[in-house]
């Protein structure tokens, strides 16, 4: 599985953002908060929106545990619901995991016991670090991640 370094991005997602649910060509705030994390050294960029939460990567969609329950922002803070994002909470539900949607802030990312991101060309990638503050990592991470790819190969072949 591949560990991503994860740098905050100084960019804003609007709260409630109604447009927010298309995919669409304008990604400016992506694409600048890539930038950012590249010139950081950083796998990925994480978001906050205009209410201080952190939202979604710049390509990705965040996960992370605490208390073995698998927490998600939820639509209405900003994101793109993503495919991949869907198939993490359907797994997480075949293998008897809890899944909830809630809104967080930076410091409790890095209290979480666990955090890892989706997108359809990874499937799911650990964070390992946030900021350059190390990330505790969850075993979890690593069983949704072998599901995924046994999910993906049994609906490919």
């Given amino acids: 599985m591949r560990q991503w370094r994860l740098q905050s991005s100084s960019v804003r ?3 409630n953002e109604p447009l927010a649910q298309f995919k669409t060509c304008n ?7 890539r930038t950012q994390a590249d010139a950081a050294k950083a796998d990925e960029a994480l ?8 939202v979604e990567g710049s390509s990705s969609n965040l996960f992370w545990i605490k208390d073995d329950i698998i927490h998600t922002p939820p639509l209405a803070s900003g994101i793109l619901a993503g ?3 869907s198939v ?13 949607e809630c809104n967080v802030v930076p410091e409790q990312i890095l ?9 359809t060309s990874v499937g799911i990638a ?11 990592r969850s075993a979890l991470s690593g069983r949704l ?8 190969r049994k609906e490919t072949l």
Wanted: aromatic share 6%.
């Fill in 27 to 33: 990604k400016l705030a992506q694409i600048i908060s």
């Fill in 111 to 119: 209290e979480a016991d666990g955090v890892f991101l989706s997108l």
């Fill in 13 to 15: 997602l609007p709260a």
């Fill in 83 to 85: 495919v991949t994002r």
């Fill in 47 to 54: 978001l906050l929106n205009t209410d201080g939460f952190v």
């Fill in 88 to 100: 993490v909470k359907e797994i997480s539900a075949d293998l008897g995991v809890s899944t909830r």
């Fill in 126 to 136: 650990e964070a390992v670090a946030l900021d350059d503050q190390p990330l505790k």
């Fill in 145 to 152: 991640h072998a599901a995924y790819w046994a999910l993906l």
